[in-house]
């Protein structure tokens, strides 16, 4: 007989129930592990949809920003080549404006120098005349043209510094669309087969100075409203310095014909006057070769009345020397006292009358002295009347000046869609 282990040994029911115990946990945990495969399996299913979807409505949300950028991109675009073309326009008017300001430079120089060639008449030639009275009003209106002009100028420099700052922000924020539709149709190119992948740390963050969908969209709206409305005061601005040479090109024109006119009248009348006075001056010269030759008469008259008075003075004297009784008073004495009263009446008539011929004479010399001095000045002064429109031609002669030129310019409105042919382009 074999000897036996002690040990605690259990009974047939124990072992039967110790049976049945594994075979129901056995079957307890395949049952739960049954709903966790069941749940696992309805979870994948779920999440894999879910990240399909997700990556799918990201995907779709991307393509629709890329849409939405690229319209602002374009807008931007497009905004910006209206503020280069309205910078080009504006600066091609600003140009033309300033040409005109230099094409003032020569009538303000030619109208100054008639001023002073003007000056140079001596004496009653010398006279405040419509002639000065349009040059004068030549050179203040050339002189306010001059001042519209510099306006227009530095405003159209200001307008082109805020057309220029426009443009900035418009290129900006160009340049700021066009990376980030680079960025996110780089990120719709990507998918979970692209090899430059990765896990980020902390992807979810905000980034510094993150903006919201309005705020983005008030930026770039912004610059363009600002844009448009630089383009706006621009092209109204060309209009009005079109307009703007337009009149001051017609004022300077009428009152250059106006100025040329009263100065060929002056001339005129100036001509008359001297004409005049040369025909006086010779009408003059031959009273005066009239009255010498009178004088000479009235001379040789008075000195013949000399002998018949010492005749009768004679007969009287030796007619006082009869003796006695014989010194009478008879008709003889009386006829010789008449004759020589009658001689000295005609002697001292004749005195008087040379005096008076002669004072005549000497005042007819004088005024014929002092015509011809005024004829002189006249002269003088038509000769400098016609030097000063011989350098009025200096505005016709084929240099670009405005107003003198091109004919009169009807005034149009430009709106930068049409070119004004004015006389300093």
Same mark, same amino acid.
């Given at each position: 007989?074999?000897? =036996?282990?002690?040990? &605690? ?29 069941? *749940?696992? #399996? ?21 393509? *629709? ?14 905004? /910006? ?12 008017? #600003?140009? $033309? ?33 419509? =002639? ?5 009003? %030549?050179? %203040? ?39 980030? &539709? ?17 896990? #980020? ?13 309005? *705020? ?8 363009? =409203?600002? +844009?448009?409305? /630089? ?23 009428? *009152? ?8 060929? #009248? ?6 008359? /006057? ?23 008469? $009235? ?7 000399? +002998? ?29 006292? +008449? ?21 005549? $004479? ?18 003088? +002064? $038509? ?24 004919? =009169? ?17």
């Amino acid at each position: 007989m074999l000897p =036996v282990k002690p040990s &605690l040994r259990c009974g047939v029911s124990e072992w039967n129930n110790n049976n049945l115990q594994l075979w129901a946990e056995a079957q307890q945990q395949r049952l739960v592990s049954s709903e966790i495969r069941q *749940e696992c #399996k309805s979870l994948r299913n779920e999440t894999h949809c879910k990240t399909v979807w997700d990556e799918k409505e990201t995907s779709r949300r991307l393509t *629709e920003r890329v849409w939405d950028v690229s319209r602002w991109r374009d807008l931007l675009d497009s905004c /910006a080549q209206k503020v280069d073309e309205e910078m080009d326009a504006l600066t091609l008017s #600003k140009e $033309l404006t300033e040409q005109a300001l230099a094409a003032t430079a020569t009538p303000l120089e030619v109208s100054t120098e008639c001023m002073m060639l003007r000056e140079g008449r001596r004496g009653y030639e010398l006279v405040t005349d419509p =002639v000065q009275e349009q040059l004068q009003k %030549e050179v %203040e209106l050339i002189e306010r043209v001059q001042q519209t002009l510099q306006q227009h100028i530095d405003e159209a420099f200001q307008q082109l510094c805020v057309l220029q700052e426009a443009r900035h922000q418009l290129t900006g924020d160009l340049q700021n669309k066009m990376e980030a &539709l680079d960025i996110d149709k780089s990120c719709l190119t990507l998918t979970i087969t692209s090899p430059n992948i990765s896990l #980020k740390t902390n992807p979810t963050r905000i980034p510094s100075g993150a903006s919201t969908p309005q *705020e983005w969209v008030q930026l770039s709206n912004h610059n363009v =409203v600002q +844009a448009e409305e /630089a383009m706006r005061v621009s092209q109204q601005m060309r209009e009005d310095m079109s307009l703007s040479r337009a009149q001051l090109q017609n004022e300077l024109e009428a *009152e250059r014909r106006a100025t040329e006119f009263a100065l060929r #009248k002056r001339s005129h009348h100036e001509e008359q /006057a001297r004409d005049e006075l040369q025909w006086q001056i010779r009408n003059m010269e031959a009273e005066i070769a009239e009255m010498e030759s009178d004088i000479r008469e $009235l001379d040789a008259d008075l000195q013949a009345k000399t +002998a018949p008075l010492k005749l009768a003075h004679t007969r009287l004297e030796n007619r006082t020397h009869r003796p006695g009784m014989d010194l009478c008073r008879d008709e003889v004495q009386y006829s010789l006292v +008449a004759e020589v009263e009658q001689l000295e009446a005609t002697v001292l008539a004749l005195q008087l009358k040379l005096s008076k011929a002669q004072h005549s $004479l000497q005042n007819m010399r004088l005024h014929h002295g002092q015509m011809l001095q005024d004829l002189s000045r006249k002269q003088e +002064a $038509l000769s400098l009347e016609q030097r000063s429109l011989n350098t009025r031609t200096r505005l016709t002669s084929g240099s670009s000046t405005v107003g003198v030129v091109a004919p =009169v310019v009807p005034l149009m409105n430009s709106c930068g869609r049409g070119n004004l042919q004015l006389m300093a382009e």
